[in-house]
């Protein structure tokens, strides 16, 4: 099961994340019940692979390595995420900027 909490995304943060996140709202990628921050929108540009990551605290845009996962199957959470493999909760697509 994925976590699947929900963040509205500020104009600012959008704009950032164009074209991975066309909605407003964003959805955490991560297994549920996991350590926070949540994770969500894999952004894949030229300077690297950027996530937001939230928690009751606050909010931020990082960069980070993405999870090698498995050959045939690209997890799109960023590297050391707790819980299961992106490819084993659901499928979806990372987009590239
Ligand atoms: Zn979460
Ligand atoms: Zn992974």
């Excluded at 350590?35 to 845009?61: F, L, M, N, Q, Y």
Aim: aromatic letters at 8%; glycine letters at 10%; a positive charge.
């Amino acid at each position: 099961m994925k976590c699947s909490r929900q963040l509205e995304l500020s104009a600012a943060e959008r704009a950032f994340l164009a074209p991975a996140a066309p909605d407003a709202v964003v959805f955490c990628d991560l297994q549920g019940r996991h350590p926070e921050p949540h994770v969500a929108t894999g952004v894949e540009t030229w300077g690297g692979t950027w996530w937001v990551h939230w928690s009751d605290c606050g909010r931020e845009i990082v960069k980070k390595q993405r999870c090698p996962g498995q050959a045939d199957h690209g997890c799109l959470l960023p590297l050391g995420h707790p819980g299961a493999h992106s490819y084993q909760l659901s499928r979806q697509r990372l987009i590239n900027a």
